[in-house]
């Protein structure tokens, strides 16, 4: 699902116009980004709780070449979900949802097919 989407299912749920709910959609979006940055985290109750951790620095290993490399200190952002998003989460029927996305791989590349609409003008008599 894409920004887009949420804006379209939103828009047709409280009847706005998709422009009007697409800039409530963005404005959330960047509320929450600025929250995050100023108080390092966020809680939404039934949804779950963004936050900024610090990860040290570290030595890795390249998978190629086996060679130790240093990884610099970084922040990282988490997401632990709610109580509520977690228990509709273990219920859902994952190969269902693959079987959508499969049927809609198979459909992205193709054109919709079309009817012609009949004609109301009369056909040319033939020669």
Do not use: H, Y
Not at 48 to 61: D, N, S, Y
Not at 71 to 82: C, D, E, R, S, Y
């Amino acid at each position: 699902m894409t920004k887009k989407d949420i804006v379209r299912t939103i828009a047709e749920q409280i009847d706005l116009p998709q422009l009007r709910t697409k800039d409530l959609v963005q404005r959330t979006f960047d509320a929450l980004i600025e929250a995050l940055v100023k108080e390092g985290r966020i809680e939404l109750r039934n949804f779950g709780v963004f936050e900024i951790k610090r990860r040290e620095a570290r030595m890795a290993r390249n998978p190629r070449t086996g060679e130790k490399v240093p990884v610099q200190a970084k922040n990282v952002l988490t997401f632990k979900p709610g109580k509520e998003m977690e228990a509709r989460v273990r219920v859902v029927d994952l190969e269902a949802i693959e079987r959508k996305k499969e049927e809609g791989s198979r459909n992205a590349g193709k054109a919709p097919r079309t009817v012609s609409p009949p004609t109301d003008t009369p056909e040319a008599p033939s020669a």
